[in-house]
Structure formats: C-alpha cells, structure tokens
C-alpha cells in the first residue's frame, strides 16, 4: 500500500459506484476535493440528491474505503450542492472577488424519455419554440450526441455556427427565436458518432460552457434517450430546474418512462411532469377522436408516480412531414389540435418551473445544512 497522499484517496474511491449507478463518483465528477491533515482526510462530494438516505449510503461507502487506507485516522465526509452552471464572462478574465458571472440560463429544462422514437425532440423543440414565441430568451442544447435531430428539426441542417464571440467562442444558430446548438452541426449527416460515456459528458460541458449563449431565460436541453452516463453527467453538472419526460401511452414505452423518471428522482432532478406523445388521433374530416394506444396511458403513470400529466398530444402525420422541412408544427399550425396541445405544454412548463426558479436560489439553505 503506497503512501497517504490525494491520489491514493482519488484511486480509492473509484471503488465507489454513485448509489443506485454502476458508474463511479470519481469519473462522475462528484469528488471535488481532498485534503490531508496528518492522518485525517476530508472528502467534498458535490451532489444533487438531497435525499438523507442516498447522502448517507454514500458517506458511508466513502468511509468504509478510505479508512480501509493504511495510516488514515479520521474520515470527514462534507456534500456541497453542484454550483449553477455559469457563463464564462465576456472579455479579460475578471478578479475572483468580482461579480459572478451570470447564470447560464434563468431556468435549464431537460426533455427526456425512457426510450427512443416517442417523439422526445419533437417535444423539446416545440416546447422551445413556443417558450420563444411569448417573448422569452431561448436557448436549445442538442444534447442527444448519438442522434442529433436538432438542425433537421429547426430547419439548420448543413449549416454550421459561423461566428464567434470575442473570446472566439462560437455563437449558436438561430431558428424561430431559438439559439440552437448540436453536435450535428459538427458532422456529416448519417455518419452516426459512436462516442463513450465520459467524451459524452465532456463533449456537452463544452457546448454549455464554451459557447457564446448570450444571456437566456431558458435553456432547454434535448436529452438522449434513456438512463445513461450523458443524464447523470448533465444532472450532476447543472442545477436543472426539472426534467420533462415524455412518453408514448403504449405499455412499454411506459416502462422504460417509469425507469426514467426513477433515475431522474434518484439523483435528486425534479421531474416537472409527463408529455404524453402520439396520445389519440383526431380524424381530420369528421374531427372524430379515437384512442389508439388505449385510453389514458400517460394518465395513469403521472397518477401513480405522483406526477402531473403536462399535455397529451395527438397523433398527426403531418407533424412527421413539417419535423423533416424543418418547421416545428407551433409555428406551421398553432391552432392544430397538435400546435395548441404544445403550446399548453409550454404553459405548464412555465407554471411548474416559475416555481421551481424561487426555490433554486435555496441551494443556499442546502449547503448550509450540509456545510460548505
Ligand atoms: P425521439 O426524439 O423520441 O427519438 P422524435 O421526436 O425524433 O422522437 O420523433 C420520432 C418520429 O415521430 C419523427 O418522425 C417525428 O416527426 C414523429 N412524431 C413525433 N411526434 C409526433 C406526433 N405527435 N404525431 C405524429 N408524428 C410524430
């Protein structure tokens, strides 16, 4: 056994799966700092999930592994919660006593799903053009690396961020009101990027961190689908104001909704509601509704997770055709059952997350329980 030093204790707790994930709180990032006094060590964790019982699994894991150490004492475990992500200011870096630098964004909202093809970016992109049409700052991440369906989505297809801002940061593109960023922007089409989990997590840092967003009121990020590395990496990363999951109301696409939403509640993101896509079909001559999926899927998961149901929307086969010209159906049709049932959503989303923004700024009362 080597000697006591913060490497030593680094390669340690790479033993140390986040409770509940195979991934380790090392490659998570979750391990901000250690220290050494003589025998003792103190280890900062920053953490989302306020929950006692993950906060103390997680002490005691980290505890159990360091003190197996040769020549350690005392073990100090303090959990910070993760700082709001943060532009970098503009122009010369300015001292550290100066102040801060603006929040990313006033509100950060992930669209996620269990699985693929419910019409997840379908979601996120409507829900990002409507919250631009009543006025608001928007910005759209395409964090979904391995599909991205953003610049098809918002009409940018082929084009590429030109510009950049003073510190030679790319400026995003901007469709409908919304500043768009993708890694489509960066590939050919069709050549689908196989990348792994911490190139995933580092790739999106970067297009949060060191892209000229300008100042948002809200971010909404497109997640890929699933419970992989790329949402724990983004949960443990930014202090979103909550995840929109969206489903199809069929069984299995509820499944994989439900294991969503619990990874979600896991780490600690509050889960602002359901989107129940592809709910019922509205015929287009008789106006008839009929439930292809069965009645009230989304419904009845939002139900019994305790959950609100944001909006069902139906299916429209038109949809499919404006997603692919690249003109989100909001904008082609607001008053379609389809366009109004978004425009709803975005309503909702606003309502849950106005008061979501209020109790954001008591990361505060959250570090000063668990100390600094
Ligand atoms: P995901 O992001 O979940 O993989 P997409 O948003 O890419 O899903 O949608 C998958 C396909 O379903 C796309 O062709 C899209 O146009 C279509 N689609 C999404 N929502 C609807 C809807 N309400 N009605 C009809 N087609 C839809």
Redesign the pocket.
Known sequence: MGILSDDSVREALRSVPFPGFSRDIVSLGVVRQISIDGSSVSIELVVQNREDVVLRALEDRVKAVVSALSEVGAVNVKFVGPAPARLPSAGKPAPAEVKPAAPLAHRIIGVA?G???????????NLAVSLAQQGRRVGFLDA?VH?P?APL?FGLEGRRPERADADGRPVPLEAFGVRVMSMGFFTERGNAVIWRGPIVGNFIKQLLGEVAWGELDDLVI?FP?GTGDAQLTISQTLQLSGVVV?TTPNELALIDAVKAIAMFQKVGVPILGIVE???YFVCGHCQQTTEIFGSGGGSREALAHDVPLLGR????????????RGVP?VIERPQSP?GL?FAQIARAVIERTAARAETNLGLGAFLDRFGR
Do not use: R, W
């Open positions: 799903s699985k693929g093809g419910v019409g997840k970016s379908t979601v996120a992109v979904d599909g369906s989505m497109d689908p969206v896509n592809m709910s929307v139906p299916i429209d086969p038109a949809v499919v055709a404006e997603s692919d159906v389809a049932a």
